[in-house]
């Protein structure tokens, strides 16, 4: 199963291109962490305007510790933003904020890619538990055949999720650049930062996309090999 083609068709590549991805991301935050915004606004502030202004007073912005841990939590309805963006004025922190809080909006507007994510996230979190037992165990017994239609569905559920993640994601960016400009929260010549920063970010779930079909894509190959 583990053969030289999974290992130069699938793991290099995946791993080639999320490192490449995670470079790009961590490189534009160290960038853009290091220019303050014109507003003197901080991620929090900045979250908070825009949860404010589209009605979500209810919608608390709390600080979690970690480095790119922010989130939007649709379950608690509760925005977190890690220390240096809740805290921090600078173009990654607002940017990275108002991405967030762009969730908040999604939520608030029945966006339907968010809610279809929402119902796959436990069944996700169940394929996800499972992936790894159901190839350990194929392996230990000499079952491989038998168990690649399960971890083929097992996959597809996985490779599906960061999928349909991928909209979500880069509609989020899109909601908040237009509520960062429109409410004034940067200067137009900031712009151009605020998008390279969510651009880099979105990359990081392209990358996963990427990966996962390249797996799905092996596996699919696989039990076709082994039928003939």
Do not use: C
Not at 8 to 15: D, E, Y
Not at 62 to 77: A, S
Not at 169 to 175: C, N, T
């Amino acid at each position: 199963m583990w053969n030289m083609n999974y290992i130069w068709f699938v793991m290099l590549p995946g791993l080639v291109i999320g490192l490449w991805a995670q470079l790009k991301l961590h490189a534009a935050y160290r960038k853009y962490r290091e220019i303050s915004v014109g507003s003197r606004m901080t991620g929090a502030q900045a979250a908070r305007r825009i949860l404010d202004n589209a009605g979500l007073t209810d919608v608390p912005v709390e600080e979690v510790e970690g480095e790119l841990t922010d989130h939007y939590d649709p379950t608690k309805r509760a925005l977190f933003l890690s220390a240096d963006n809740f805290q921090g004025a600078s173009i990654a922190a607002v940017g990275v904020a108002a991405h967030e809080a762009g969730h908040a909006l999604q939520h608030q507007a029945n966006y339907s890619m968010l809610n279809l994510r929402m119902t796959l996230v436990p069944v996700t979190q169940f394929a996800s538990y499972i992936y790894s037992g159901i190839l350990l165990l194929g392996w230990i017994m000499g079952m491989m055949k038998v168990m690649l239609p399960i971890v083929i569905i097992v996959f597809a559920i996985i490779t599906l999720f960061q999928l349909i993640t991928l909209p979500v994601e880069y509609d989020a960016s899109s909601r908040a650049k237009e509520q960062l400009f429109r409410l004034g929260l940067v200067r137009e010549d900031e712009r151009d930062g605020v998008s390279k920063m969510l651009h880099a970010a979105a990359l990081t779930y392209v990358a996963a996309l990427v990966s996962s079909l390249l797996t799905l894509l092996y596996y699919i190959s696989a039990a076709r090999d082994s039928r003939s």
